[in-house]
T-cell receptor, first 115, second 112 residues
Framework: DAGITQSPRYKITETGRQVTLMCHQTWSHSYMFWYRQDLGHGLRLIYYSAAADITDKGEVPDGYVVSRSKTENFPLTLESATRSQTSVYFC??????????????FGQGTRLTVV | GNSVTQMEGPVTLSEEAFLTINCTYTATGYPSLFWYVQYPGEGLQLLLKATKADDKGSNKGFEATYRKETTSFHLEKGSVQVSDSAVYFCALRIASYGKLTFGQGTILTVHP
C-alpha cells in the first residue's frame, strides 16, 4: 500500500524495557521525522533524517535512538522506557526542500503506554 | 529559536458559526507557514499553507493569510460544520530545513 505506515498502532510496555516503533514510507521521500504528541505541548520533534545514514536530534531526543539504513524505513527505539515516554508517536516524511511549501505526510500514530 | 503560539482551547461553536483560531510565530529566517488538521484517531493532514508574505492559503472553506508585519497566520472559516470538529495545528518551517515546528494545537468542537 502506498503511503506512510507505522507499527504497532498500540503498545504497552514496562519501565526499563527496550521498544522499537517502526515507520515505513513508499514515496522515497528524503526527509523523515519522529514527533511525540502530548497534551499541552502539541507535537515535539524527537529526531529527523535528511537522507539514509543522516540523522539529527530534534527538540526532545533524550532516551531515544534512531537509525536509517534504507530510505524507506526510520525506526525509533526507546532504549530503556520510562513513564514520561508514554505518548502518541507520529512518523512523517516529506520531499527534499526544492519547494518551500513541500507537504509533510504523517502516519496514523503509535500510542505507547509505559507502565 | 523558532516557535509557534496558538490560542488556548478548546473552542466550542454551534454549526454555521464563524471560526477564528489565532496563530503567531517567531522565526530566525523566512518561514513557510502551515495549518494541519487531526481528526479523531488519525494522523495529521495538511489543511492549507502559505510560503511568502501576504499569501493566502485556502482549502475546504478555511483561509489563512501570511502576515509578516504581525508575524501571524490566523485560521478562519465563515461557517463551520460538525465535521470540522478536530484538532488544528499551526506550524512553520524554515526554508533551509525539512523539519516543522508546531504550535500546541487547538481542539475545535462544533455542535449541531
Amino acid at each position: 500500500d502506498a503511503g506512510i505506515t507505522q507499527s504497532p498502532r498500540y503498545k504497552i510496555t514496562e519501565t526499563g524495557r527496550q521498544v522499537t516503533l517502526m515507520c515505513h514510507q513508499t514515496w522515497s521521500h528524503s526527509y523523515m521525522f519522529w514527533y511525540r504528541q502530548d497534551l499541552g505541548h502539541g507535537l515535539r520533534l524527537i529526531y529527523y533524517s535528511a537522507a539514509a545514514d543522516i540523522t539529527d536530534k530534534g527538540e526532545v531526543p533524550d532516551g531515544y535512538v534512531v537509525s536509517r539504513s534504507k530510505t524507506e524505513n526510520f525506526p525509533l527505539t526507546l532504549e530503556s522506557a520510562t513513564r514520561s515516554q508514554t505518548s502518541v508517536y507520529f512518523c512523517a516524511s516529506s520531499e527534499a526542500q526544492k519547494d518551500r511549501g513541500a507537504e509533510a505526510f504523517f502516519g496514523q500514530g503509535t500510542r505507547l503506554t509505559v507502565v | 529559536g523558532n516557535s509557534v503560539t496558538q490560542m488556548e482551547g478548546p473552542v466550542t461553536l454551534s454549526e454555521e458559526a464563524f471560526l477564528t483560531i489565532n496563530c503567531t510565530y517567531t522565526a530566525t529566517g523566512y518561514p513557510s507557514l502551515f495549518w494541519y488538521v487531526q481528526y479523531p484517531g488519525e494522523g495529521l493532514q495538511l489543511l492549507l499553507k502559505a510560503t511568502k508574505a501576504d499569501d493566502k492559503g485556502s482549502n475546504k472553506g478555511f483561509e489563512a493569510t501570511y502576515r509578516k508585519e504581525t508575524t501571524s497566520f490566523h485560521l478562519e472559516k465563515g461557517s463551520v460544520q460538525v465535521s470540522d470538529s478536530a484538532v488544528y495545528f499551526c506550524a512553520l518551517r524554515i526554508a533551509s530545513y525539512g523539519k516543522l515546528t508546531f504550535g500546541q494545537g487547538t481542539i475545535l468542537t462544533v455542535h449541531p
